[in-house]
């Protein structure tokens, strides 16, 4: 087939996906046990508070086990940064500020093996600590080690935490996306424009916290992370950074899945050199040129020859929106910091907190048995 004709063929498949005008048989929807899910609706808080002291400890062994010793200088000994995470994850759980969290903690001390006491000033704190984060970051890798060889397939998916109740930005993304879709001119650059997040009409100290996710396609456990109060650095140049988590947590990675916005040639490529077999639906426009990129040439191939075999990968990557959606519903609450700093900590404390229920609800209901120490084990 001349080469024209095979681009035009590919332009016309993509337009009838888009459009919703593509006939192919819907997946059918998972059967789920209500016996085990209502269980795991009971034991939620008690595996959430189980689950959330035995990773914090396991998290922060790893890490100093790692970790060249320093000196300790002159001044107070600062608060350990397992104590203080332990209780951030538990504020994030109730919603609470932090002179209720410091409450919760004269209640759950000796549930979640915290040895001290301290103030809700150092909770506020903890907000600021590397360290803090740094632990964050070792359990989404050891609860997605849960399932290391299971999880084969991830979707990634960019969204926005509110810190204001007066604005929703799934909202302010489908007003963004209804304005592109009035642009009459179909040029790169214009496409390219609208790689940036919507932007929040508050003041900057209530805007967005901005995240771009890496997710699980079959137990929806977070992989990875990208986070950002700008909303002009866009999903794509974040993305780089929530595949390489995912990379890491899982290196049996086999199929990366994402909307239209990552169907360019260099994001196609960064995953295919990975050996990830990439699955982003492209632009009305394409064509085969690959132009330095074999990735992106090797991907609508795939598309041209097997559309159905090409979009039953594709259209999981719904997934990631659903785990958005789960995030929001279950953690809802409006971002209380106003620092960009503690708002990123605070958007990885509920992406965090959303795994170590997750696995609570994984572990009843799929019998995925966690390999960590437990406390009394």
């Known amino acids: 087939m001349p080469a024209k004709s095979r681009t035009e063929e ?5 337009k009838t996906i888009r459009d919703g005008d593509f006939d192919y048989e819907s997946r059918e929807s998972p059967k789920r046990n209500w016996n085990l899910y209502d269980n795991a609706q009971i034991k939620e808080l008690a595996n959430y508070l189980d689950n959330l002291r035995d990773l914090v400890d396991e998290a922060d062994k790893r890490i100093k086990e790692r970790t060249p010793p320093t000196k300790q200088g002159a001044g107070r000994p600062p608060t350990n940064p397992g104590d203080i ?3 951030l994850l538990l504020q994030v759980y109730t919603e609470s500020p932090n002179r209720v969290a410091e409450g919760f903690l004269y209640l759950f001390r000796e549930k979640l093996g915290i040895h001290q006491h301290f103030s809700y000033k150092t909770i506020e704190r903890g907000y600021d600590r590397k360290t803090v984060n740094e632990i964050l970051d070792e359990i989404v890798k050891i609860t997605n080690e849960t ?8 979707s990634f998916d960019g969204t926005g935490f509110s810190a204001s109740n007066k604005e929703n930005y799934a909202a302010k993304r489908q007003k963004q996306n209804s304005k592109k879709n009035q642009k009459k001119t179909k040029s790169n650059c214009v496409e390219e424009s609208y790689d940036s997040f919507p932007i929040s009409n508050t003041i900057t100290k ?7 996710m890496g997710v699980g396609v079959q137990y929806k456990l977070i992989s990875g992370m990208a986070i950002s109060p700008d909303h002009s650095i866009g999903e794509t140049t974040m993305f780089p950074e929530a595949f390489k988590q995912t ?3 899982n290196p049996n990675l086999m199929n990366a899945l994402g909307d239209g916005i990552y169907g360019c040639r260099w994001i196609t490529d960064l995953v295919s050199t990975n050996d990830v077999t990439p699955y982003f639906l492209p632009r009305s426009n394409v064509t085969f040129r690959s132009k330095g990129f074999a990735g992106w040439s090797d991907m609508l191939y795939s598309l041209w020859e097997d559309p159905y075999d090409w979009l039953e990968h ?3 990557r719904s997934i990631s929106e659903t ?5 929001k519903c279950r953690f809802g609450a409006t971002l209380r910091k106003r620092l960009d700093a503690r708002k990123a900590t605070e958007t990885q404390l509920k992406n965090v907190a959303h795994n170590v229920r997750r696995i609570g609800y994984l ?3 799929d019998g995925i048995i966690p390999h960590w120490p437990r406390m009394g084990e």
Request: glycine letters at 6%; charged letters at 15%.
């Open 10 to 14: 590919l332009r016309t498949l993509i």
């Open 85 to 87: 995470t332990k209780i």
């Open 147 to 154: 399932v290391e060889g299971k999880e084969t397939t991830y």
């Open 206 to 212: 209530m805007g967005f916290s901005y995240c771009v």
């Open 247 to 249: 990379l890491q947590c």
């Open 314 to 316: 594709y259209h999981m």
């Open 323 to 327: 785990v958005n959606s789960m995030v």
């Open 363 to 365: 572990e009843i209901m």
